[in-house]
Every structure is written in structure tokens, then in C-alpha cells.
């Protein structure tokens, strides 16, 4: 009788968490902003939103994280530690911080808590009296639970964002209250989350390049022209604007960041409209990376505040006083 051949088994694909964890073992931290190099920290960002938006989601919030310890002079994380930032309130948001004597402790639920499933710690704001707390959990302490999440995302369906509840939680607060918006910091990890925007619209926008097709179809180099009139002006402000804060880090420069993540949004949203209408619907039903990626780029893009921040921008443009807003 012929032997049946055995193939081996394929190796199951990595989970989001096993190559989080691996790519900070291979590549480690990145540059701290406002320390010379805040440049390279957001063309890392941007390289990893290109690959994988789920994957940067994550390692984005771990990086943040490391740079709010080192700024509100906290003790860092252990190493091979995967740490999370969860900072959305609102309504949802009920968790709060009290002491009963033994130390402080977290009671409440907290939304959006990208990553809970399998981060080692977070930091998280929690509301103390009249004024917001940072704090660090350990996700491995008792009381911690997270109920269904009704996560039903299409696009960034790898990295669940659903609550976590704290009961009777310790914790450990990370500088005074206030702190973490305070800094300067705040801002600059803000606009930290649009490189990563710019990485995936680029990527999105590489699938427009061929020139065969360009060549043949002007509407499709029309389309090209769209995005990269986008993409050079995002550019443009994010080396601009990464040169300021390496020269000043003292400064927030929250009206520059503002704009900057309002014109990333915009060129995101440029892009995928010209991406369809150049290549129809053949890559978003045959090339699964590209539709993943123009998938997962609607939702993530929507971490912005939309009409909020044109609305504040243009508030802080009409209190300007003196030079004009806009110099060359």
C-alpha cells in the first residue's frame, strides 16, 4: 500500500498580541519627542501604520505610554512590559479614585479600552474630586473584568476597544492631578496618532503608482495627482512641525497640532475617495491588505475630533493677535 503523505500542519497566524510583543523585542523604543528626533519617532509611526493599522494601534499607545512616564517623571515599565493608554471619559466613562486607607483604588467602568484582552498594565484617567488623575493598573490585579464589547467593527476588527470595569482596583497615580493634560507632551503624542494616519493613506496611495495604468488613463493619474497634493502637504506640516517642537518641546503647540491632525484626516479621506475611483472595486474585493487597510484607515482616522477640531482651530485663529496667522 503507497504511504499516505503527511503534510505538515501550518503554523497558525500570530495573534496582534504575539507580534506586538515581538516587534518590541526586536526594535525596542523609539526616540521620545521633543528630544531631537521626534522626526524619526513619527516616520517609525508612519512605517508601521503602512504595515498594519491594528498593529501600530497598539504599539502607538505602548510608545505613548513610555514617553508620559519619562515626562511626569514616573518610574518606568519592567521591561517586556505591553503597556495601554486609555484615556476617552464622557458620559461612559464612571470610574473613579478613591482611598479607603489601604492605598488608592479604581471603582467604575472605563470605555474604549483598546488592547485589554492582553496588555500588562495601563495607564488610564480616572476622575479624582474635581480634577483628572493618571494612574497605572496592572491588568493582572483582582477585580478587574470586561463585559461584552458588542465589537462589531469591520475595519479595525483585530484590536477590540470595548469597557473594562474596575472593582475596588489598586492602583498607582502617575504625576499630580492635572498633569497629564498639562504637559506640553500631551500635544505632541497627538500628533504622534496622525503619523500613523499618514503611514496607512500612503500606503493606500502606493497602490496608484503603476505606470502602465497611469500612463494609459488620465483620470487615474488625475486621481494620482489628488493624493499626492494631499499626502505632500501632510508631509510638509509634519516636518515642519517636528522641527518646532525639537526646538521648543517646552511648548505644546496645540493650534499646530490641531491643524496638523485635521489635514492628515483630510488627506486620508482624499486618498481612499481617489484610490476607489482610480482602481474600482477590483483591489477592495481581491487584495485583501488593501481593503483591510482602507477599512481599518475609516474607523482608526476617526479618533479624530472632526468638526470640534476645525471649530477650536478656528477659534484659536481668530484670537490670534498681531502677526498674521499665516506667515511664509
Do not use: N
Not at 521633543?34 to 498594519?52: I, N, Q, S, V
Not at 483630510?266 to 483591489?283: F, I, K, T
Request: net charge negative.
Amino acid at each position: 500500500m503507497t504511504p499516505v503523505l503527511q503534510l505538515p500542519t501550518p503554523a497558525p497566524p500570530a495573534t496582534l498580541e504575539a507580534r506586538a510583543r515581538a516587534r518590541l523585542r526586536v526594535e525596542g523604543a523609539l526616540p521620545l519627542p521633543g528630544r531631537g528626533h521626534t522626526l524619526d519617532r513619527w516616520r517609525a509611526l508612519a512605517a508601521l501604520g503602512a504595515e498594519d493599522l491594528s498593529l501600530v494601534k497598539v504599539l502607538e499607545a505602548h510608545y505613548d505610554a513610555l514617553a508620559i512616564l519619562a515626562e511626569l517623571h514616573a518610574p518606568p515599565a519592567p521591561a517586556g512590559t505591553l503597556l495601554a493608554v486609555w484615556a476617552a471619559d464622557g458620559p461612559q466613562s464612571t470610574v473613579r479614585l478613591h482611598d479607603d486607607g489601604h492605598g488608592p483604588r479604581l471603582r467604575g467602568r472605563k470605555p474604549w479600552c483598546s488592547g485589554a484582552a492582553f496588555v500588562d498594565a495601563a495607564l488610564l484617567t480616572v476622575q479624582d474630586g474635581d480634577d483628572r488623575q493618571l494612574v497605572r493598573v496592572s491588568m493582572s490585579s483582582p477585580g478587574i473584568t470586561r463585559p461584552a464589547s458588542g465589537w462589531e467593527a469591520v475595519g479595525m476588527a483585530a484590536i477590540e476597544s470595548g469597557p473594562v470595569d474596575f472593582g475596588d482596583v489598586p492602583c498607582e497615580p502617575v504625576g499630580t492631578p492635572g498633569a497629564y493634560l498639562e504637559r506640553p507632551g500631551f500635544w505632541h503624542g497627538g500628533a504622534g496618532i496622525a503619523a500613523c494616519w499618514f503611514g496607512a493613506a500612503a500606503a493606500i496611495a502606493g497602490r496608484m503608482t503603476d505606470p502602465a495604468r497611469v500612463g494609459r488613463d488620465p483620470h487615474a493619474a488625475a486621481q494620482l495627482g489628488r493624493a499626492d497634493m494631499a499626502l505632500g502637504a501632510a508631509a510638509a506640516l509634519m516636518r515642519e512641525l517636528a522641527a518646532a517642537i525639537d526646538a521648543d518641546p517646552a511648548r505644546p503647540y496645540r493650534r499646530e497640532v490641531v491643524r496638523l491632525r485635521s489635514v492628515v484626516e483630510r488627506a486620508c479621506h482624499d486618498v481612499l475617495d481617489a484610490a476607489g475611483r482610480a482602481l474600482g472595486p477590483g483591489p477592495l474585493c481581491g487584495d485583501h491588505a488593501h481593503a483591510q487597510r482602507c477599512a481599518d484607515l475609516s474607523v482608526f482616522v476617526r479618533q479624530s475630533h472632526a468638526d470640534r477640531d476645525w471649530a477650536a482651530l478656528g477659534q484659536d485663529v481668530a484670537a490670534l493677535e498681531g502677526d498674521a496667522p499665516w506667515p511664509l
